[in-house]
């Protein structure tokens, strides 16, 4: 069965970097994309940043120039890094894999900007 497992969220100042990680495990052949998604308090969820399997990445403008997203192949794992972070960027931050056609979600973390 495959699961995401997100690390990396905490509490960060604004104007601060963080970097996040999810690991993909779970018997699979090979992964189509994987990328980040944000939901913020009483709002909808987002995307973030996704990179598919061919190298392309879509970022979302909100973070464009702030937000990088890369993987590991050999552990399965993709990474978001953020900087210059703003209270706005505040919120469950949750990893997803295209597997097989299916689409898998992490647990989430919460990344919370603030001073």
């Known amino acids: 069965q495959v699961q995401l497992v997100e690390s990396g969220g905490g509490l960060v100042q604004p104007g601060g970097s963080l970097r996040l990680s999810c690991a993909a495990s779970?018997?699979?052949?090979?992964?189509?994309?994987m990328g980040w998604y944000r939901q913020a308090p009483g709002k909808q969820r987002e995307l973030v940043a996704v990179?598919?399997?061919?190298?392309?990445?879509n970022i979302a403008d909100s973070v464009k120039g702030r937000a990088t997203i890369s993987n590991d192949n050999a552990k399965n794992t993709v990474y978001l890094q953020m900087n210059s972070l703003k209270p706005e960027d505040t919120a469950v931050y949750y990893c997803?894999?295209?597997?097989?056609?299916?689409?898998?979600w992490g647990k989430g973390t919460l990344v919370t900007v603030s001073s």
């Open positions: 997803n894999a295209l597997i097989g056609g299916l689409n898998y």
């Open positions: 779970g018997g699979f052949f090979s992964i189509n994309g």
């Open positions: 990179l598919t399997s061919g190298g392309r990445t």
